[in-house]
């Protein structure tokens, strides 16, 4: 139950999903079977790029986000609002930089959980549709996410947001610290990384 696999291209999806991968394991595993731009890659993009090279045996990279930046990064040529976003650096100067002007527009905004994430998907589909936007863009679209997300956060690939979000909604009371030493023994487990297999394999004590 608890024998940690390891990545196959003989392996199925099923056992590829029902394991635990670091990225590391997932970048050289990629780079091995010969997926492109393999350390250029994030973490989902690479579960994407394995599990379509499990079902077809082809080497591919899916994303669609330029993956060959050149020249200076934004934050170096000064951060503003009528910037273009080119070379964004997800970094603390950035980051704050949204929600310093954020609170600008909207006085006591303070960034909700997860939004960060959308905000970084929302711009690589801007720039991957070849849609121009500014970081006055970015800031306005931090504010909307913030009105609109209700809810926990949920994510397609982001199995440890989504199990964390999950365990603390139908848990009352419990604590981020309980929600990771549980997330801790799913990972471990050979079933589906979700909530949902934590609570079936009795590890809540509900079972």
């Excluded at 994407?48 to 040529?77: C, M, N, P, W, Y």
């Excluded at 704050?96 to 970084?120: C, D, H, Q, V």
């Excluded at 931090?142 to 690939?157: M, Q, S, Y």
């Amino acid at each position: 139950m608890n024998k940690k696999r390891t990545l196959s291209a003989s392996m199925t999806e099923t056992e590829f999903e029902n394991g635990y991968w670091y990225a590391g394991e997932l970048r050289t595993f990629a780079a091995e079977v010969g997926i492109p731009s393999a350390s250029k890659l994030r973490k989902d993009e690479l579960e994407k790029a394995i599990k379509h090279f499990i079902r077809t045996g082809e080497s591919k990279t899916l994303t669609q986000r330029d993956l060959t930046k050149s020249g200076d990064r934004d934050v170096d040529k000064g951060l503003r609002l009528d910037l273009p976003v080119e070379h964004y650096t997800s970094n603390k100067e950035t980051k704050e930089f949204i929600e310093r002007e954020a609170s600008k527009i909207e006085p006591g905004f303070r960034r909700a959980s997860g939004t960060r994430y959308l905000l970084n998907r929302w711009r690589e589909e801007q720039l991957a549709a070849g849609k121009p936007i500014t970081y006055g863009d970015l800031v306005l679209r931090a504010i909307e996410l913030n009105k609109t997300k209700d809810g926990p956060l949920r994510v397609g690939h982001a199995r440890y947001i989504n199990f964390v979000s999950d365990f603390l909604a139908d848990r009352k009371g419990s604590s981020p610290e309980e929600a990771r030493l549980a997330w801790e023994e799913l990972k471990a487990m050979d079933v589906p990384k979700t909530y949902e297999s934590w609570v079936k394999s009795g590890k809540d004590g509900a079972t």
